[in-house]
């Protein structure tokens, strides 16, 4: 009788990573950014408002109106121009009438970088002015005029 050596099969175990602990560790990473973010709220633009004073009632002749349309375009009464000729148009027509208020109206859908651009226009147009004659008064009015 011959004995028969029967080869031992070796089952090869992977090495297993416990996760039983994972969710404790992914809550306290949460916790632990949500605690050390700070969150900076955007401040939008920076202007300086008027003081509050007494309500003055403006005529159409003293308004001129620069409009924002959705597709980008600008609008001085029924004129479209380019974004560069804002300050020129915007400078003839306060020499014509110093008394004039720049009222800027954007669509709702437009883009903020073209309000930013015509208002920054706009501001050069006063300050241009202001150069010229240092007694000249910045007007420029963000909403809508009623008359």
Do not use: C, W
């Amino acid at each position: 009788m011959a004995l028969k050596f029967q080869k031992k099969q070796h089952i090869s175990k992977e090495a297993e990573i416990p996760t039983a602990s994972l969710a404790d560790i992914v809550f306290l990473l949460l916790i632990f950014f949500l605690v050390t973010t700070s969150m900076n709220p955007d401040k939008g633009l920076g202007l300086t408002l008027p003081p509050p004073g007494e309500e003055v009632k403006l005529t159409k002749d003293r308004v001129l109106s620069v409009y924002i349309n959705a597709k980008g375009e600008i609008l001085i009464g029924e004129e479209v121009i380019s974004p560069d000729a804002v300050r020129e148009k915007v400078k003839k027509r306060l020499r014509e009438n110093p008394e004039l208020v720049v009222s800027l109206v954007t669509d709702a859908n437009a883009k903020y970088d073209s309000m930013v651009n015509v208002l920054d226009e706009i501001k050069l147009a006063f300050g241009d002015l202001k150069e010229e004659n240092p007694d000249f008064k910045e007007r420029i009015s963000l909403a809508t005029p009623v008359f």
